[in-house]
């Protein structure tokens, strides 16, 4: 089992940018891919952003491609998300995942997850 902690939520005018960070530790981190996730509300779960265990695939939903990146630092047990030109729509609970393989496949895969961050874009 992995434990995670997230932080680097806020809150941010529109256009603004925030950087989230997860914290794992127990499982050997750097064996499995790694995600971002988000849930506004009244909203079911969404995948944002994915990560394979060697930082070389990535993945992203349409809405933030092109905004978002996720990187990790697996000599730090960590995996970031850059979030940039933030929009009200990316109001959310984030929440960071990590997944049962090495790379990403499908949401379901991801089995352990922190408690998420609050993200609040203003307009």
């Known amino acids: 089992q992995v434990q995670l902690v997230e932080s680097g939520g806020g809150l941010v005018q529109a256009g603004g940018s925030l950087r989230l960070s997860c914290a794992a530790s127990?499982?050997?981190?750097?064996?499995?891919?790694m995600g971002w996730f988000r849930q506004a509300p009244g909203k079911e779960r969404e995948f944002v952003a994915a990560?394979?265990?060697?930082?070389?695939?990535?993945y992203y939903a349409d809405s933030v491609k092109g905004r978002f990146t996720i990187s990790r630092d697996n000599a730090k047990n960590a995996v970031y998300l850059q979030m940039n030109t933030l929009k009200p729509e990316d109001t959310a609970v984030y929440y960071c995942?990590?997944?049962?393989?090495?790379?990403?496949?499908?949401?379901?895969?991801?089995?352990?997850w922190g408690q998420g961050t609050q993200v609040t874009v203003s307009s």
């Open positions: 990560i394979s265990w060697s930082g070389g695939n990535t």
């Open positions: 995942a990590a997944s049962y393989y090495r790379d990403y496949f499908e949401s379901a895969d991801f089995g352990s």
């Open positions: 127990g499982r050997t981190f750097s064996r499995y891919a």
